[in-house]
Nanobody, 126 residues
Framework: QVQLVESGGGLVQPGGSLRLSCAAS????????VGWFRQAPGEEREGLSC?????????YYADSVKGRFTISRDNAKNTVYLQMNSLNAEDTAVYYC??????????????????WGQGTQVTVPP
């Protein structure tokens, strides 16, 4: 069964850090680009960051997270991570990972989402 499972969300104070994990089962994540998205209440889903397949050479970050978030992949563990630093209340949302084919256009999200995780809540109080 193809599955993506996010973990690592929770409640964190402003200025704090969290590391989200996106673990794949039922398929080899190495073959896919992976992106992180988030959706706050009443807002559209926002693409935050992505990493290209295999060596993860191509990275993308939205302006809202550039310099604070870092995406990485560990193909041996079939997992992609999102390290989030300097969190603030505007980062409160449900965070999702998605895997799919690479988009090779620069300066945009690098994944066509085919598989989605169930999401993990991140809450940063004002």
């Amino acid at each position: 069964q193809v599955q993506l499972v996010e973990s690592g969300g929770g409640l964190v104070q402003p200025g704090g850090s969290l590391r989200l994990s996106c673990a794949a089962s039922g398929f080899i994540l190495d073959y896919y680009a992976v992106g992180w998205f988030r959706q706050a209440p009443g807002e559209e889903r926002e693409g935050l960051s992505c990493i290209s397949s295999s060596d993860g050479e191509r990275l993308y970050y939205a302006d809202s997270v550039k310099g604070r978030f870092t995406i990485s992949r560990d193909n041996a563990k079939n997992t992609v991570y999102l390290q989030m630093n300097s969190l603030n209340a505007e980062d409160t949302a449900v965070y999702y990972c998605a895997a799919g084919p690479d988009i090779r256009t620069p300066h945009v999200m690098c994944v066509v989402p085919h598989y989605w995780g169930q999401g993990t809540q991140v809450t940063v109080p004002p």
